[in-house]
């Protein structure tokens, strides 16, 4: 993004209003245990069609903001402080029979590893075809058609309807939970370390497949990542969080080129440079 293509952004975004944007997450704390509040402060928001990494080392919060927004927060966790805002509703007052209206619909979430979430002694197809048929209420027929649209939207043969999650690969899995998460168009895809697992070449493909959804749907994108290249190529704005905390949020290129935070300067000194000049 060059200077003047900034400072468009920038204005852009100084004069949205609440009600363009997607979603808005204000001073949140979520808390685990007996008081202990683990993520603090946390403030950012998101408009449609934008795309926000939140990077940061294992144990920094990323997934436990990432299960705030699906109200998912694992074991004992909660939201002592703060509000989430998604599309004008509060959705930290939401009850479980209101959150399924969200999940799968209006927000959509795809794994580290989507395999893992598949029933692995289920055909894809079945599985496929019951959770098409969950969301959208089409019968049989008419859900296995859509199977078929999906799977050639992320590039996959239809022939593996009628194969088993184990048999494919780390890329073919990745690229199935993403035709799962795009069932509904959602307004909003999470992305939790969605390329992680695999090479650098299926990387590269999962990455472009998913800003080419956002670019086509006008889906906003929160990719989870510790990788400080993919938040380059895919972002408009990151987010670096360390030990519970927001150590810097800006747009791309104020974050790549003028980091408020020690740790951001190190995460940026660590990504790998060719002859001698940076990879970002």
């Known amino acids: 993004m060059k200077n003047d293509e900034m400072n468009t952004y920038n204005e852009k975004v100084s004069t949205s209003t609440a009600v363009q944007e997607l979603l808005s997450v204000k001073d949140v704390d979520i808390t685990y245990g007996k008081g202990a509040v683990t993520i603090r402060d946390i403030s950012f928001s998101v408009q449609p069609g934008e795309v926000l990494a939140v990077v940061g080392e294992s144990g920094s919060g990323k997934t436990s903001i990432i299960r705030a927004l699906m109200g998912c927060i694992s074991g004992d966790g909660y939201i002592s402080k703060g509000r989430i805002q998604f599309d004008g509703t509060d959705i930290t007052s939401l009850t479980n029979e209101e959150w399924r209206k969200y999940r799968g619909s209006s927000i959509s979430i795809i794994f580290q590893d ?121 972002a408009d704005r990151i987010m670096v969080m360390k030990e519970g905390r927001m150590v810097d949020y800006d747009v791309k290129n104020i974050v790549l080129t003028e980091p408020k935070s020690v740790y951001t300067k190190k995460l940026l000194a660590a990504v790998p440079s060719l002859y001698g000049s940076r990879y970002i």
């Open 114 to 234: 989507s395999g893992n979430a598949l029933d692995q002694i289920m055909t894809i197809g079945k599985q496929m075809v019951e959770h098409i048929h969950r969301l959208t209420g089409k019968c049989a027929e008419a859900a296995e058609e859509e199977a078929k649209r999906l799977l050639q939207l992320v590039s996959l043969p239809s022939d593996i309807l009628h194969r088993y999650p184990f048999e494919l690969s780390g890329g073919q899995r990745q690229r199935l939970g993403i035709a799962m998460a795009m069932t509904v168009t959602p307004k909003l895809l999470l992305a939790d370390e969605p390329t992680s697992a695999l090479d650098t070449t299926t990387q590269a493909q999962i990455v472009e497949e998913l800003l080419q959804l956002a670019k086509d749907n006008g889906t906003a994108i929160i990719v989870v990542t510790h990788n400080m290249g993919v938040a380059a190529h895919m």
